[in-house]
């Protein structure tokens, strides 16, 4: 007999396949199923066309409405964005404006000068008033009104900066100091022998004797030398008060 060819034995039987089960929590003592999975969200679409694409971290900008025929389609509004408050304290002037320094300490300190411009100019006819002669006693009153308009307008200036009060102030204080200053030379003069019999007498007799002197000459009229020291003092004040001001203004 002829023996049937050689065949292999067939496979075995393969166990039937289980479908696959979602990964349990290590730690599940009751056998409690899986929680189904939900299949993730995709962002809300924005339509094309109708504003910017939405910022991350923030929700999507509306649509807005549909484009008027022959218009530009309109963008809806964006948040704007914060601002830091300005701090509180001294903000840095800009230069040229706003900076316009202390009328009342310049004027103050302007008179104060005045003053003692004043002193020096009386201390110098005191000491020299017999040599004296009328053409240098006139120059020593104008060099006296330049001096005293000059030391004062250069304080205003300094400190009132651009104050219109402390350039004014400036040539008024000068000129009281030029008028004073000559007067307070013929009080001293009265003193001179320290004693005060010849001050009373003229106290007595024309309390305003000092100031008839300023305004008058010996002949009788005007003295126009000394009403020159006035605007002349005023003048100086001013414009140097002025100059320097802008001067420290812009600097």
Known sequence: MSQPPFQPPPPPPQPPQQPPQAPQNAYNPYSQPAPPQQPPQQP????SGFGPPPVPGQPPAQPGPPPVPGQPPMQPMQPGMPYAAPPFGHHPTTPGTGNTGNAVGAILLGFLVSFVVSLVYVGINMATYK?????????????HALLNGAAVGALAG?????????????????????????????????????????????LED???????AWFDTQGGGVDWISLLGLPLAAATAWGLAHLIGNKGRTA
């Not at 040599?131 to 060099?143: D, G, K, M, P, T």
């Open 131 to 143: 040599e004296q002669s009328s053409a240098v006693s006139n120059i020593l009153y104008l060099l």
């Open 206 to 212: 024309d309390p305003l004797y000092p100031a008839k």
């Open 44 to 47: 809300p679409q924005q339509q």
């Open 158 to 202: 300094t400190v009132g900066r651009g104050s219109n009060g402390a350039r004014v102030g400036a040539a008024i204080i000068a000129a009281l100091g030029v008028f004073f200053g000559y007067t307070n030379t013929v009080v001293s003069l009265f003193l001179r022998d320290g004693s005060l019999m010849p001050l009373k007498y003229m």
